[in-house]
């Protein structure tokens, strides 16, 4: 039982060296894996990429949903300031404020046709 774990510290001592003098990125076996190696490592950057165009477009999102609320409200506040200010007898109070000869007439309105003769 002492030796299996003997062999295993050894083997990792031994992977350890190799890794901190390099003499296994000079190996054959790690020579033929470079293209596949580089290739997961392509694919890793294309990953960070693609996460970090998504997480980009999300936050633009987010902000565009919070402004379109925010003038949403502007818009329902202005409707009914507009309503109120639009009213009749707003209308009839701020052309006497403004000192206007302007009056309400009280006749109805009518309707003027005209024919043409052809």
Same mark, same amino acid.
């Given at each position: 039982? $002492? ?51 998504? @997480? ?8 565009? $949903? ?51 003769? @052809?």
């Amino acid at each position: 039982m $002492k030796k299996k774990s003997d062999t295993t510290g050894k083997s990792i001592k031994a992977t350890v060296r190799g890794l901190v003098n390099g003499s296994i990125v000079a190996s054959d076996l790690v020579r033929k894996q470079i293209p596949f190696i580089s290739f997961l490592f392509v694919l890793g950057l294309i990953y960070i990429a693609n996460r970090y165009h998504a @997480e980009s477009i999300f936050r633009e999102t987010e902000k565009a $949903k919070k402004e379109i609320e925010d003038l949403r409200a502007e818009k329902i506040e202005i409707q009914s300031n507009l309503m109120i200010s639009s009213r009749r007898d707003r209308v009839l109070k701020l052309l006497e404020e403004k000192g206007s000869t302007l009056k309400e007439s009280n006749m109805p309105p009518q309707k003027i046709t005209y024919y043409i003769n @052809e």
